[in-house]
């Protein structure tokens, strides 16, 4: 029985060398490609830099597969990703909608899925035993925004403004934040209000927030919403703490709501890329790339050197590990848990 096939004519692909792969799935052409770009820069510099080293026991490559943004698309780019006899581990996806159809298929698989920009707190999958959030969920943003504005910042009622134009799991971070704020200010209240999609006209809203004694104010929902919002703000005279979602940074907001955004926060689950604790992963971007990296690329980077390294652990023994050996070995690493 263990020599039956060896008078086999032997195909190309059998006889071919085995690659060490790492895919990236991603937003590359959707809604949110930069970000999905700024992470495949990073997956990309992290290969680069492993095989780079002297030491280095296998050379990594890297593979794509772009879903637009796209939950129905999702699908689609897993299978294929994974169809690669060659691929250990997957960096991505970039949203959250993104996640939902494909942890199963990884899963099933034994492929690890590491995100690093997916931050809901719960999504509606039943088989999460390849997904890693490698990122701050987003109830720690609530937590982030009750501690600076109610425990540092003196705000004792706070004004919430949930625009359900945003992202879905937006919604949770402002339910969040007024379910939570006692716990940072015994004495501290809120008042909320929540707006439909497309509502278009903020301005009655902001008047009844204001109308209700307001000292501090959150907004979740979009970048031109936010603008709207910062706009009615600064016309109203209201100065005290003003804070918004990290999905509404960038420039967007800041172009439309040009003067009106100054002294607004953002709490991000990413750091800077002017940061110095990111200053290696800037100097290989401006290298590779001739600039400064966008936000995402440092994480990406960080999740890729996890991989990475738990594959080298893997492969120790001189072998070539499994997929299912580089997941048992991602969930005992350190920085994983």
Known sequence: MALRDQDKARTP????????????HADLSGPQKAAGQAQERGVRLAVEAFNSRKDKPFTLTVTTADDAGKADRSA???????????????VGPTGNDSVMPCPELYGESSVPL???????????ITDRRSFFQSCPISSAQAAAVNL?????QGVRRMGILSDRGGDTDTWQTAQLISRTIGYFAPEATYYGRVVPRGAG??????????AHGIDGFFYTGTPAGGAEVAGLLAAAGFQAPRVADYTIAGPEFLGAAGGAAEGWQFFTPYTAPEAPEVAEVTRAHRAAYGSAPDIWTAEAFDATQLITDRLVT????????????????????????
């Not at 590491?114 to 509606?124: E, N, P």
């Not at 600076?148 to 540092?152: D, E, F, S, V, Y």
């Not at 006209?201 to 204001?210: G, M, N, Q, S």
Request: net charge positive; no cysteine; glycine share 8%.
């Open 201 to 210: 006209d903020f301005a009655p809203v902001i008047t009844d927030l204001l």
């Open 148 to 152: 600076q504005l109610a425990g540092k």
């Open 13 to 24: 692909a059998a006889d071919a060398p085995r690659q060490w792969v790492i895919g990236v």
């Open 76 to 90: 689609a780019a897993a299978t294929g990703l994974i169809a690669n006899r060659d691929l250990f581990a997957v």
């Open 314 to 337: 893997a492969a120790a023994g001189g072998t070539r590990p499994t997929r299912a050996g580089l997941l048992t070995a991602l969930t005992q690493a350190p920085s994983a848990a």
């Open 114 to 124: 590491v995100t690093v920009s997916a931050l809901a707190t719960t999504f509606s």
